[in-house]
């Protein structure tokens, strides 16, 4: 093999990966938009199960962003991104399940989700020694 096959396919790799991000932030901006702007009818502040469907494609464990850098490159703000995650888990996830679960340092998680919960994005809360991390309206009531 030469050297211009090798150019060949990390430029097709390249071009490949680059229409899979791609395809993936447009399918997560029309999640986070209905999520955002809620569903008629039976749409809920923990998300309906069509927000549900569609942030699971873009909310992937094993090939999604696992920091802020990552997330900028899917075209993804921070918001979004873990709004997707608390989507596809209802409204809920305990923080170091968020962690292990979707490959985040737990010291960028807790940076990350103290600053969406200081401009009031999420909130968290103390389960025991854990903490749950939640969308605002999703706190139950035992945790207010």
Not at 62 to 73: A, C, M, Q, R, Y
Not at 105 to 129: F, P
Request: net charge negative; with cysteine; aromatic share 6%.
């Amino acid at each position: 093999m030469d050297s211009s096959d090798a150019n060949r396919r990390t430029e097709r790799s390249a071009i490949d990966y680059h229409a899979q991000c791609v395809a993936r932030s447009d399918r997560f901006v029309v999640a986070v938009a209905r999520s955002a702007t809620g569903l008629p009818g039976d749409a809920s502040p923990t998300g309906s199960d069509e927000d549900r469907s569609l942030t699971g494609d873009l909310v992937d464990p094993d090939s999604g962003p696992t920091n802020k850098s990552e997330l900028l490159e899917y075209g993804l703000t921070p918001e979004e991104y873990v709004r997707a995650v608390l989507i596809e888990h209802g409204g809920r996830i305990k923080q170091r399940r968020f962690a292990e679960r979707y490959g985040w340092a737990h010291a960028t998680l807790s940076r990350l989700l103290s600053e969406l919960e200081e401009r009031d994005v999420i909130d968290r809360y103390r389960l025991g020694r854990e903490k749950v991390v939640c969308l605002p309206d999703a706190i139950p009531e035992a945790a207010r």
